[in-house]
């Protein structure tokens, strides 16, 4: 049973392309990034938002004390669960044992807007019914208001949703008739402002996230002979820079510790992740690197 408090969004704008890897791959593409299994869409499971969060917690927070709190317990983690412990001796306290859930959950991050190529700007942002269909039912369960008219489009039709974008679009390379109705923008406040962002068909969208992610080719320098390594050609596949995707966070009280209420949990959170943070693979060479940002939701 769902036993949570507390809600909030938290949002991310890729600043730098992001590798969030499935392993090797048998296909074209030697690193492919994680895919939703039913509608194949580009997303970062739960567990690597988690471990993102807890590590950036890890290295910014002044008192690591409570980490395994928030996040669950982890042994790496245990120096820090040993200074709490010993803190609790002096005040005559029990000691709380290892191995025991965290006061916060994540989602998956899920891809709201996707960058790609057009005629009109040296990018546009595109998205779909079906992703604000799922968006309003994630701001219903983060007590937030869902959105309450989504047009339904099919082919090569689009709309505006930002930016007064009319015509023929060529988006890499497809063509789409953006109308000249004006429906606004559904997509509420605190998620990023986009000023090129247009409303596609399911079928547009799909065959974007599926065809238009960054593929770079990796080799390995011989430090002898300066040439490339015999065998060490790999292909790589990257979500595009200027992504931006969601992850509900929810958060309880924490487990044997009465003053950390849902509340605090999530100020105390939101005080030390914030701006920016790395997620997914590859950090030495910049990838991952995201503006986040908190969207306050409802409670219980």
Known sequence: MLKRDLFSICTFYAVSPIHAGTGASFAAVDLPIQRERHTNWPHIQASGVKGAMRAHYRDFAEDKSLINFLFGYDKDDKQHHDTYNSARMKDDQYQVEDNFPGAISFSDAKLLSFPIRSNIAPFVWI????????????????????????????????????????????????????????????????????????????????????????????????????????????????????????????????????????ETVSNHLQGIIKNFMQIGGDETLGRGICKINWISGGSK
């Open 127 to 262: 998205t779909c019914p079906a992703v604000l269909k799922r968006l309003s039912n994630d701001l219903a369960f983060a007590g937030l208001e869902s959105i309450k008219e989504i047009p339904n489009i099919t082919g090569e039709m689009a709309f505006c949703l930002t930016g007064n974008i009319t015509g023929d679009v060529i988006l890499e390379d497809m063509v789409i008739s953006v109308g000249n109705a004006e429906i606004g923008n559904p997509i509420p406040p605190g998620f990023p402002v986009l000023d090129r962002l247009i409303f596609v068909s399911d079928a547009v969208y799909k065959y974007a996230v599926e065809s238009c992610t960054e593929i770079q080719t990796q080799i390995k320098i011989d430090s002898k002979t300066g040439t490339a390594e015999g065998g060490a050609l790999r292909y790589q596949e990257l979500l595009p820079a200027d992504s931006v995707l969601y992850s509900v966070v929810y958060y309880s009280r924490a487990v044997f510790d009465n003053a950390l209420q849902a």
